[in-house]
């Protein structure tokens, strides 16, 4: 599985479960998130959403191997709409998101970080726009 979810009362810790590929947010690992999100404020007892990811890359951003000349343009564009209803959704949430923060968060893994509404990041933390 992409991500790893656990309740704590009010509290779900979404976790990002792919530090092979850095936590790359590839079509399916954006999907499975946007999924993850609708399910859980369908919980009425959910108070706040934990994003982090395992390992030490919080997110990498889009997998550039899905993002290649074979794969087409409208492929591409499925990814960067996915993309976009993903960060919406998180700053839309009736519910605080909160990212954890313990090492890289880059380019679109950077977007989702910004699209919380409280980011936790320690002394490992960094973050980056490299294609701005």
Do not use: W, Y
Not at 67 to 90: N, P, Q, R, Y
Not at 110 to 115: D, G, R, T
């Amino acid at each position: 599985s992409l991500t790893s979810i656990h309740k704590d009362g009010g509290v779900v810790n979404l976790t990002l479960t792919s530090p092979k590929t850095r936590n790359c947010l590839s079509l399916e690992m954006m999907e499975t998130l946007i999924e993850n999100l609708n399910n859980t404020v369908k919980d009425s007892e959910v108070r706040s959403i934990v994003l982090r990811g395992e390992g030490k890359v919080f997110s990498s951003g889009h997998n550039l191997k899905e993002m290649t000349a074979d794969t087409g343009c409208e492929f591409h564009k499925k990814i960067f709409d996915t993309c976009t209803t993903l960060m919406m959704l998180v700053e839309q949430l009736p519910v605080p998101v909160i990212s954890v923060v313990n090492g890289v968060a880059a380019a679109a893994g950077c977007q989702l970080v910004a699209s919380s509404d409280i980011v936790v990041a320690t002394p490992q933390s960094r973050f980056s726009t490299p294609g701005a």
